[in-house]
């Protein structure tokens, strides 16, 4: 059988064993998919002691995603515009890095939630690692405009600079976010803190969709704050198995059916 893993620190905690162990037997695909706790010292010593027995891929989870980007011997683009690396894969000496959150959240957004992208406004918060990675596939969905805003608008500014060839994407501090928008993303790490990004509820109309990249068995305080001016809330567990079934496919090349296993998840979080 092929060997796949979760490799971060900690990650006693992580889902994707259990997604990927779904996902295997949703497509009968025979593999085994672990969780491997690397020292926070030791990230590239244990992915190689992972290739040595034959490990054919890893998710890569905090705080290793940009150790993993500099260890890629390839990088798909949407790795190279998130600066970032949540799936590798492994064949002879080739380390190929890819990122798939991005593209995760844009699944759920478009298909899960029936939500298109295209030719909307949309206000994506917070301008760390979590935003970063999901711009380039924001983008590549065509909306009318991404405007970024951050808690420290420098950061913002500094990010947008990595895209300044993308004439749709805009910087605005967060107390001049005025505008109702399609969509609001929280890629902040506010609601680890039950916070809220300090911004108008003015950006929540009644068809705005407020989704929130962080997920639990309670909504957030973000999504709690969306819905009282308005929004239709979600948060980011459909993500969470979309970019799962994104890495599948790039390891396997079989696409698993993600609807159950979400459900599932959903029922036991
Ligand atoms: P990640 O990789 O998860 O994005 P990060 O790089 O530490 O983590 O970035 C955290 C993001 O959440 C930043 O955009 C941060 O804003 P600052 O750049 O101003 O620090 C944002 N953030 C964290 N706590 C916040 C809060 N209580 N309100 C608003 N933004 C917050």
Known sequence: VDHYAVIGNP??????????????????????????????????????????????????????????????????ERARAAGAVNT????????????????GLVT????????AVANK?????????????????????????LVLANRTHAKALDLAHRFSNQPRLKVCE????????????????????SEVPPISPRVFGAHTLAYDMMY????????RFAKQHGAIVRDGLGMLVEQAAESFYLWR???????????ELRERL
Do not use: C, W
Request: glycine share 10%; aromatic share 8%; proline share 5%.
């Open 216 to 223: 639990g068995k309670e909504p957030t305080a973000f999504m």
């Open 121 to 145: 406004s949309v206000l994506l918060l917070g301008a760390g690692g979590a935003a970063r990675g999901v711009i380039l596939p924001l983008l590549s969905e065509q909306p009318a405009r």
């Open 108 to 115: 759920d957004i478009v298909r899960n939630a029936g939500i």
């Open 11 to 76: 990650i006693a905690h992580s889902k994707s064993p259990d997604i990927h162990a779904r996902f295997a037997a949703q497509t009968q695909q025979d593999l085994q998919y672990d969780r491997l706790l690397a020292p926070l010292d030791g990230f590239l010593a244990s992915v190689q002691s992972f290739i040595r027995n034959g490990g054919k891929g890893l998710n890569v989870t905090v705080p290793f995603k940009l150790e993993a980007y500099a260890l890629a011997t390839t990088l798909t």
């Open 88 to 103: 590798l894969k492994f064949d002879g000496t080739e380390m190929l890095g890819d990122n798939t959150d991005g593209i």
């Open 174 to 193: 967060f107390a001049e976010v005025e505008d109702t928008f399609d969509i609001v993303i929280n890629a902040t790490a506010a609601s680890l803190a």
């Open 253 to 263: 090349g079989v696409r698993p059916e993600t609807s159950d296993v979400f459900a």
